[in-house]
């Protein structure tokens, strides 16, 4: 909260106090949501727990024969889409608790960052899909000798791998994206916000009005 208080010019009255109060209010509703989502998600990771998904990641990662190397690419779809499912509680509650506290977006904002989470998801199925499943990681590891011995034909496959490691990274990017960035049209839409508040302030203090109203959103009420 940050106050202002200035004598108002002597037309009319003199001395006049005015005091210009901008609040960006402590969002208790948000709070308790986040709160309740972070409750929600601890039945949910001992679930997934007892689901044994610690298990299907071990399987994933060295009980397999992909391409000659121990991924078991099949077990990779289940193992990510779980591992996600549990999670989801507590990254919705991360996301309600800064909200509560820095305040929430503009709607176009908040709809990015709430998108940005299950992309991020979906990006993970599709880098498993794209960099796993072809093989690109062993391609790598030939080239450079990461994880096994390093072979120069390898270097023939840099071009395909160099583009498709760039495909499989584009869902995990773009979610990375939306949730901590956000599009140029919905930042505009902040600014333009946050120029407003500065403008009616501005307006306030010259005309020597009180304002004592939170003015994030004030105009949605």
């Not at 929430?104 to 979906?122: D, M, S, V």
Request: hydrophobic fraction near 45%; aromatic fraction near 16%; charge should be neutral.
């Amino acid at each position: 909260m940050s106050t202002y208080n200035k004598d108002a010019k002597r037309s009319g009255s003199m001395g006049k106090e005015v005091k210009i109060t901008v609040e960006k209010k402590f969002d208790s509703g948000l709070f308790k949501a986040a709160c309740f989502a972070m409750v929600i998600g601890f039945p949910c990771v001992a679930g997934a727990v007892t689901w044994a998904v610690p298990g299907l990641w071990e399987i994933t990662l060295y009980d397999g024969n992909h391409h000659g190397g121990p991924i078991n690419w099949g077990m990779g779809f289940p193992t990510i889409l779980l591992s996600g499912f549990a999670l989801y509680p507590w990254c919705y509650s991360t996301l309600l608790f800064t909200w509560s506290i820095w305040g929430k977006p503009n709607e176009a904002r908040a709809a990015e960052q709430i998108g940005g989470i299950h992309l991020t998801h979906f990006g993970l199925i599709w880098f498993w899909l794209t960099f796993v499943g072809p093989g690109v990681y062993l391609w790598w590891g030939g080239m450079f000798g990461i994880g096994m011995e390093p072979e120069g034909w390898y270097w023939a496959l840099f071009i395909p791998a160099l583009m498709l490691t760039g495909i499989a990274v584009q869902g995990l990017f773009w979610g990375l994206y939306l949730l901590f960035r956000g599009t140029p049209a919905a930042r505009d839409h902040s600014e333009t916000q946050s120029k407003l508040e500065n403008r009616i302030v501005e307006q306030a203090t010259k005309s020597g009005e009180v304002v004592t109203k939170p003015l994030k959103n004030w105009w949605e009420e």
